[in-house]
């Protein structure tokens, strides 16, 4: 049995805004799960649902076999980490540590036990003296997430706790999230904008738009074969690039280019012979070498890859196009880059879903 259930789960503020509209996902003990959609999607109006500190408008909150919908936050056994880590400036990190297990009256050896073995896990042993104005935001992240862990939780929530952190610390923090969801092996809610986020951090992605849930896979499937345009455009960086073609016979024909299509996926758009749809390559699809030509405007070095901006040769706006190559390239401002597309995904124009064999049985 699933440990969260979320069933049917709606949110309409007082101001009549729906935020959430029927959101439903089993969540299995031990799973790291990442809420992941554009700013005012509704991720963290549904993490506050499960936290308790927002009503549930409809729908049924299941936790261990218990419905815990109307329950108050205190008795849900959850812990939440926020991006302004909320810590105590008076007191000191041991102190915010022990805090939630200090109100509670726990006897206090075993609160010290609980902290200094929270510490040693966040590698914090050194700090417990000092006070949160002496320490990094990185550390004073760890601080927070310190304080969930003392309390053992059946579940953590992070809402977006790597957002006040720069750019280097989010790398690394992120990997010792990984790491204390190894160590702990706690069932995770994670809510994050940011996409490089949810690939590495999650077992499951729940991808949101406007409300509504778009899609819940792995990392993977969200990648190699996202449901819609806009799970198609939101996971991945650079992003998907898009353009409108006919399928005609076994070629597509977009503005000023035509791309081959091998009989599987002839088969595929059987049904969409001589009409449009919507083709996606990713930037890292794209490969030098072949009809397509691609007149550059601008050439970023990364290192290990290039990134390639420019637009198909002869169109204007729809023809926008960003490659992505292997190693070291030297492409100036005008030069065509010919190029081909390794990997397309098809997209139906008017319901914007992914075109798929499954869709079509
Ligand atoms: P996210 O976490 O994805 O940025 P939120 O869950 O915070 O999104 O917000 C979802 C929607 O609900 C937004 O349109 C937001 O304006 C609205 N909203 C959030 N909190 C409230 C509130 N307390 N009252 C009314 N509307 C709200």
Redesign the pocket.
Known sequence: MAQLSLQHLD?I???K?Q??YDFNIDIEQGEFIV?V????????????MIAGL?DISKGHLILDGKDITTLPPKDRDMAMVFQNYALYGHMTIYENMAFSLTLRKEDPNIIHKKVLAAAEILDLTSQLNKKPNQLSGGQRQRVAMGRAIVRNPKLFLF??PLSNLDAKLRGSTRREIMLLHKRLGATMLY?T?DQTEALTLADRIVC?SM?HVQQIGTPLELYDNPANLFVASFIGLPPMNFFEVLVSGDKLIGPHFEAEMNPEQKDLLASYQGKHITLGVRPENIAEGGTIPVKVSKNENLGMNTLVHGHIDGTAAEGKIVCKFRGWCDYKDGDIAMVSFKKMHFFDKETTNAITREAQV
């Open positions: 949110k503020y007082d101001n805004v935020a959430v809420l959609g554009p700013s005012g999607c509704g991720k963290s109006t549904t993490l506050r927002e809402d977006e809510v904008h949101m409300g």
